[in-house]
């Protein structure tokens, strides 16, 4: 090897065969687990493939790889080709790739040290023929430790990172924290989300404000970053998602689902 050319590994050839053919890759991140991170992974992804746009979706999250169940693709068999994994696909060409598909059993990688962890998920992530595809949203595993850290280094190239939050104060503390995670990996934040802000009443569909909201549009104006939107607490999301078709499918004119729509035409416009 010529002297000060740097060494690029078999590994780092791999990962970058495997995801060369992804124009956008758009992480989605929280600090905290039970937010609605994968529902809003989930939704963004389905709206961008609705838009007609190649899309991808990969769940990293290997604490509660949750996004086969939110397209019904549980019982999904993995297929591999020319020794790569081909992605599942759900509804209007999304590929869905998930931890969940590789594990016999579901939450067997808690257990799993830190090295071992990263090695799975790297082979996971080299291993995978995504094709041409015009975005990639990645759900990572909640918090912004060191673990989301080392998860975040095996992706290269990425955009930028949505960080979805609640309207409690505690869910903001976590959105600064995701700030400082941003500087720390050197990816810059596209939006915030507020998620389950006010709730739609599914009798008289009307919005009333049961938490404080508001806080993560408070948050992004102060950090001087881009409010994507909210999103309410609605039952048909957690109906849609138990069934298998996000809500941005199966209820397009619900207030969500617009809601959805919207943020993914920001996420479109800011990354291009
Ligand atoms: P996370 O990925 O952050 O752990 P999930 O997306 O799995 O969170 O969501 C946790 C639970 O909350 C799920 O049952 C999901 O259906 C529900 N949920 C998420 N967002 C909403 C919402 N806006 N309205 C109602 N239920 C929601």
């Not at 746009?53 to 693709?73: A, C, E, Q, S, Y």
């Not at 280094?153 to 869910?171: C, E, H, N, Y």
């Amino acid at each position: 090897m010529a002297k000060g050319r740097p060494m690029i590994s078999e590994s780092d050839l791999k990962l970058s065969e495997s995801l060369g053919k992804i124009k956008h890759v758009i992480i989605v991140i929280s600090g905290k687990g039970g937010v609605g991170k994968s529902t809003v992974s989930s939704n963004l992804a389905l709206s961008l493939a609705m838009k007609g746009l190649r899309t991808g979706i990969m769940d990293v999250d290997i604490h509660g790889p949750n996004i086969p169940k939110m397209f019904n693709l549980e019982n999904e068999q993995m297929l591999v080709e020319d020794e790569k994994l081909v992605p599942v696909m759900a509804s209007n060409g999304l590929k869905v790739m998930s931890m969940a598909f590789l594990l016999p059993e579901k939450d067997a990688p808690v257990a799993w040290r830190g090295p071992v962890k990263m090695g799975a998920i790297r082979q996971f992530l080299e291993d995978v023929a995504w094709g041409e595809l015009d975005y990639l949203v990645v759900d990572m595993p909640p918090g912004t430790g060191d673990e989301a850290i080392s998860i975040i280094q095996l992706i290269p190239k990425a955009d930028g990172m949505v960080v979805v939050t609640t309207p409690q104060d505690v869910a903001l503390l976590d959105s600064r924290k995701s700030i400082v995670f941003s500087a720390q990996v050197k990816i810059p934040i596209i939006g915030i989300i507020e998620n389950m802000s006010g709730f739609i009443c599914p009798h008289c569909g009307e919005r009333s404000d049961i938490f404080k909201t508001g806080g993560g549009e408070r948050t992004a104006k102060e950090m001087d970053i881009q409010f994507l939107g909210r999103i309410p607490i609605e039952p048909a999301i957690v109906i849609s998602s138990d069934s298998g078709t996000p809500i941005v499918a199966s209820a397009p004119d619900s207030i969500s689902a617009k809601a959805f729509m919207d943020i993914a035409d920001k996420v479109i416009r800011t990354i291009g």
